[in-house]
């Protein structure tokens, strides 16, 4: 017997027949005598159809009734889940995020998880009952229920996971599992077995959407064993139940990871804006006269690159924005040109990072002079460079990502069984 958490996402449950699947796959575990809770997204499309309701109703609307009405989409799905699966003789319940209690702060509409008492779930699978648990939601210190914002039924299921210490959780969606690459750029990429937390927390914040950053960190910090899983796949094909191995991809500690890659995949992010400050003046405190208004600004700031003129008086500061924040960036930039005192400010939008994951970088050489040397045999032009351990992050102009990303894809080995 284990402890799964099974999470199914808005495709996976956008009509009642895709939800009759779902239930296979969860009696599928019941009738293998493991305790499961269920956590749901709302039907495709519904949360969308809400948040145009709420903003139709008032443009200017209450953050608080927001919440009320965008967090009935997962309490509708909770529901028609737990009917269903009645239906199919299982003992199931559904529960609203308030009622575990799934205790957040009082940011509404982005709000973060603060504390889950496992107790209550337990309780229920110590009565063999299925609890269905609508996602994304929890409630405030306002006592008004409180929503998770973007990826928070993923979120919603790891801390669910880790607050009943949880065997595993399952994370099904549309795709079978992780990939070293986006398939529809590089059809040779091939489905991933295993990725540490570390390498799938830089995949999910450099592009790929398989899983959301919250989700990621949260496993990581508890050190929730995560599968991503198709809930398309046949629920009772050979294979399925199995425990230990469940086809997918597990992201797990980089010590379960027996044959290290140097590098695991390649992710990219279009959209990307470049903006460069010329001639400021090096002085202390000048970085945080710049990036601080824009972060006020709620901005987000990702590559910066600064070059020191040869005096040492002036430097040059080359930084990346998403594109639609471009002309808001700039708006700041000029505000701040008497205070922050740079010559002239540069800007191109429609640029593209394409970045190589691995954790084996962290102890073999040569993995950046490798990419640099590939992408300038393609005459691809690198724009700025950033690293870390275990990430190589390239800027290059828009027209040229598919190339960058299947030439780095070969070029490392990934297209290779």
Not at 78 to 107: C, E, F, Y
Not at 254 to 265: A, D, M, R, S, Y
Not at 267 to 293: H, N, T
Request: contains cysteine; hydrophobic residues 45%.
């Amino acid at each position: 017997m284990a402890r799964i958490v099974m999470k199914f996402g808005g495709t996976s449950v956008a009509d009642i027949a895709r939800i009759r699947n779902v239930a296979r796959h969860v009696k599928r575990e019941v009738d293998a005598r493991h305790e499961v809770a269920v956590v749901v997204s709302a039907m495709a499309g519904k949360t969308n159809e809400l948040v145009g309701w709420t903003r139709e109703a008032s443009p200017m609307h209450d953050a608080r009734e927001y919440d009320a009405v965008v967090a009935s989409g997962e309490q509708v799905t909770a529901g028609l889940l737990a009917i269903t699966l009645q239906n199919m003789g299982v003992h199931a319940r559904s529960w609203q995020g308030w009622q575990i209690p799934i205790k957040t702060d009082n940011a509404h509409g982005a709000a973060r998880i603060l504390d889950i008492d496992g107790a209550f779930l337990i309780k229920r699978f110590g009565e063999s009952q299925v609890a269905v648990v609508a996602g994304f939601q929890g409630i405030g210190p306002d006592n008004r229920i409180s929503t998770l914002g973007r990826g928070g039924s993923d979120t919603s299921a790891v801390a669910i996971a880790a607050a009943v210490k949880a065997d595993r959780c399952d994370i099904y969606t549309d795709v079978d599992g992780v990939y070293t690459t986006d398939p529809r750029i590089e059809p040779k990429a091939r489905r991933l077995a295993k990725i540490s937390f570390e390498e799938m927390l830089e995949m999910a914040s450099l592009g790929a959407k398989v899983l959301q950053v919250r989700s990621v960190e949260l496993a990581m910090v508890h050190r929730v064993r995560t599968f991503v899983r198709s809930s398309f796949d046949d629920p009772d094909a050979p294979g399925m139940g199995d425990l230990l191995n469940p086809p997918g991809t597990l992201i797990c500690d980089e010590e379960e990871i027996v044959e290290q890659q140097v590098v695991t995949g390649i992710a990219y992010a279009k959209d990307e804006a470049q903006i460069s400050l010329r001639r400021v003046g090096d002085r202390p405190g000048v970085a945080a006269g710049i990036f601080g208004p824009l972060a006020e600004a709620n901005i987000n700031v990702d590559m910066i690159v600064q070059n020191i003129s040869e005096d040492g008086k002036f430097t040059d500061m080359t930084f990346t924005v998403p594109s639609g924040d471009i002309d808001k960036a700039l708006a700041v930039l000029e505000r701040l040109k008497a205070d922050v005192g740079y010559d002239v400010v540069q800007s191109e939008a429609g640029m593209s990072k394409v970045s190589v994951i691995g954790i084996g970088m962290r102890s073999h050489a040569g993995v950046a002079a490798t990419a640099f040397k590939a992408l300038a045999d393609k005459a691809i032009n690198i724009r700025a460079i950033t690293t870390s351990e275990i990430k190589i992050s390239i800027l290059i102009d828009g027209p040229y990502t598919e190339l960058a990303v299947r030439t780095l894809h070969s070029v490392y080995g990934l297209d290779k069984q």
